[in-house]
């Protein structure tokens, strides 16, 4: 494998057997360009140069000229002195549940609708990484681009930065309602409601990166490889069909305006909007573009629903998990226990496809339902904050909260269990205790 590495902080990659481009565009749609420059090409000119470069480009796109000479290549960064650190990066859990080496939020700790970056829920699968970001690279390879790249973290910086309102939510978050709710417990950490957080996001589009990479009509899968391991071979990985990597997946690099906290993937970790959480890999270091599906380990038998009511999926032992599912929850402690007297309580909602358009809350088992007030200004992928006023008798009492979002889609009556315990989101019977 030949590669060189540009000012740009652009890698190109010489890979054998790569597949040559299809004749159409990857993207649907018209070609992308902006006054003849192609789309592709304006990528490329940002990394190399910036706005200045691109502007340059869109003139001599009216009076073709020859190209410029290529960018001398530049050497490769010298190697960390010591191996990533791995270790825990945060010193007091206190705001936290702890769960061996996971960090359960509690709702209610959260301010507000945004969750702070040192109140955000950590699930690492080992521990945190201690990557410098001058050592970063992000390598694209793969049967279905056109050449392999690796991108530098200054390099995927100079591309186009969006934001995205978002949150993120562990596959098993609710998973201790198996046992507590249904009374058949279920493998895997115990989350209670806590496993999940509401952030502001910013980065790249990994469409721009792959599109730098050249992917092509063939491509069917896109790997995310994480430079964390599980085992020495491989890091953690998930893999996403191609259109949804295309779509809305985002490299981001900052969370609520600041870098990346180590836990949470710094230098840079996918977003999968709207997937569980383990679709978006930390310290994100590989991609791989395929013709074919992969299978690996985390769509095979881990991130599995595996029970009698799911149906092997491919290669995978039951349905993956891969959309989350719509969910409230009070932003009380459980059980809790209140003082008499009126009360407001509130709480948070979220659902896969966007918008909650209503929360309603019943403290007879569900016989009744009453209408809850929705708080803020909502937005497409954030969480939405829910309350309502409460005046119950001393003693105790079960509040359960139901969700509905922009499509209809609801909360279900019940949820059939699965082994691993993921996607519970049966309305939850909160005890409170008065008194």
């Given at each position: 494998m030949d590669r060189s590495v540009g000012a740009a902080g652009l890698e190109r990659r010489s890979l054998t057997g790569?597949?040559?481009?299809?004749?159409?565009?990857?993207?649907a749609g018209p070609p992308h360009s902006i006054t003849g420059v192609k789309r592709r090409r304006v990528l490329q000119l940002l990394l190399a140069g910036g706005p200045p470069a691109v502007l340059a480009a869109c003139r001599d796109a009216e009076a073709p000229t020859a190209p410029p000479p290529p960018a001398e290549p530049a050497p490769l960064p010298p190697p960390a002195a010591e191996p990533p650190e791995v270790a825990p990066f945060f010193k007091d859990t206190a705001p936290f549940i702890e769960h061996g080496g996971s960090l359960e939020a509690r709702l209610e700790d959260m301010p507000g609708v945004i969750t702070p970056n040192d109140l955000f829920f950590v699930r690492n699968n080992g521990g945190s990484l201690g990557i410098r970001e001058e050592d970063w690279r992000l390598v694209i390879e793969g049967d279905a681009v056109e050449k392999g790249i690796a991108i530098s973290y200054d390099g995927l910086r100079s591309l186009p930065s969006h934001s995205l309102t978002a949150y993120l939510e562990c596959a098993g978050n609710h998973r201790a309602m198996f046992d507590r709710v249904q009374g058949r417990p279920a493998e895997g950490t115990q989350w209670g409601t806590g496993g999940i957080g509401n952030g502001v996001w910013r980065g790249a589009r990994l469409a721009d990166a792959l599109e730098l990479a050249g992917i092509t009509p063939a491509a069917a899968s896109v790997l995310l490889v994480g430079l964390d391991s599980e085992a020495p071979e491989e890091g953690f990985r998930r893999a996403l069909p191609a259109e949804k990597a295309l779509a809305d997946v985002l490299l981001g690099y900052e969370l609520n305006g600041e870098p990346l906290?180590?836990?949470?993937?710094?230098?840079?970790r996918a977003l999968v909007p709207g997937w569980?959480?383990?679709s978006s890999i930390k310290w994100l270091g590989r991609i791989e573009v395929s013709s074919e599906p992969h299978w690996t380990r985390n769509n095979t038998s881990s991130y599995v629903l595996i029970g009698d009511s799911y149906p092997a999926e491919g290669r995978a032992m039951g349905r993956i998990a891969t959309v989350q599912t719509i969910?409230?929850?009070l932003a009380l402690p459980w059980p809790a226990e209140l003082g008499p007297g009126p009360h407001t309580l509130h709480g948070f909602a979220q659902s896969p496809e966007g918008r909650i358009d209503r929360?309603?809350?019943s403290d007879d088992g569900g016989a009744t339902w009453n209408a809850a007030r929705l708080t803020g200004i909502p937005t497409e992928l954030s969480w939405r904050r829910f309350e309502f006023d409460w005046e119950p008798m001393t003693g105790s009492h079960t509040v359960m909260t139901r969700a509905t979002d922009r499509t209809g889609g609801?909360?279900?009556?019940?949820?059939p269990w699965n082994r691993k315990g993921y996607l519970f989101n049966q309305p939850l019977p909160h005890p409170i205790r008065v008194g």
């Amino acid at each position: 494998m030949d590669r060189s590495v540009g000012a740009a902080g652009l890698e190109r990659r010489s890979l054998t057997g790569t597949r040559a481009a299809g004749p159409q565009d990857p993207f649907a749609g018209p070609p992308h360009s902006i006054t003849g420059v192609k789309r592709r090409r304006v990528l490329q000119l940002l990394l190399a140069g910036g706005p200045p470069a691109v502007l340059a480009a869109c003139r001599d796109a009216e009076a073709p000229t020859a190209p410029p000479p290529p960018a001398e290549p530049a050497p490769l960064p010298p190697p960390a002195a010591e191996p990533p650190e791995v270790a825990p990066f945060f010193k007091d859990t206190a705001p936290f549940i702890e769960h061996g080496g996971s960090l359960e939020a509690r709702l209610e700790d959260m301010p507000g609708v945004i969750t702070p970056n040192d109140l955000f829920f950590v699930r690492n699968n080992g521990g945190s990484l201690g990557i410098r970001e001058e050592d970063w690279r992000l390598v694209i390879e793969g049967d279905a681009v056109e050449k392999g790249i690796a991108i530098s973290y200054d390099g995927l910086r100079s591309l186009p930065s969006h934001s995205l309102t978002a949150y993120l939510e562990c596959a098993g978050n609710h998973r201790a309602m198996f046992d507590r709710v249904q009374g058949r417990p279920a493998e895997g950490t115990q989350w209670g409601t806590g496993g999940i957080g509401n952030g502001v996001w910013r980065g790249a589009r990994l469409a721009d990166a792959l599109e730098l990479a050249g992917i092509t009509p063939a491509a069917a899968s896109v790997l995310l490889v994480g430079l964390d391991s599980e085992a020495p071979e491989e890091g953690f990985r998930r893999a996403l069909p191609a259109e949804k990597a295309l779509a809305d997946v985002l490299l981001g690099y900052e969370l609520n305006g600041e870098p990346l906290p180590r836990d949470h993937g710094f230098p840079v970790r996918a977003l999968v909007p709207g997937w569980v959480g383990s679709s978006s890999i930390k310290w994100l270091g590989r991609i791989e573009v395929s013709s074919e599906p992969h299978w690996t380990r985390n769509n095979t038998s881990s991130y599995v629903l595996i029970g009698d009511s799911y149906p092997a999926e491919g290669r995978a032992m039951g349905r993956i998990a891969t959309v989350q599912t719509i969910k409230s929850a009070l932003a009380l402690p459980w059980p809790a226990e209140l003082g008499p007297g009126p009360h407001t309580l509130h709480g948070f909602a979220q659902s896969p496809e966007g918008r909650i358009d209503r929360v309603e809350w019943s403290d007879d088992g569900g016989a009744t339902w009453n209408a809850a007030r929705l708080t803020g200004i909502p937005t497409e992928l954030s969480w939405r904050r829910f309350e309502f006023d409460w005046e119950p008798m001393t003693g105790s009492h079960t509040v359960m909260t139901r969700a509905t979002d922009r499509t209809g889609g609801t909360q279900p009556e019940s949820v059939p269990w699965n082994r691993k315990g993921y996607l519970f989101n049966q309305p939850l019977p909160h005890p409170i205790r008065v008194g």
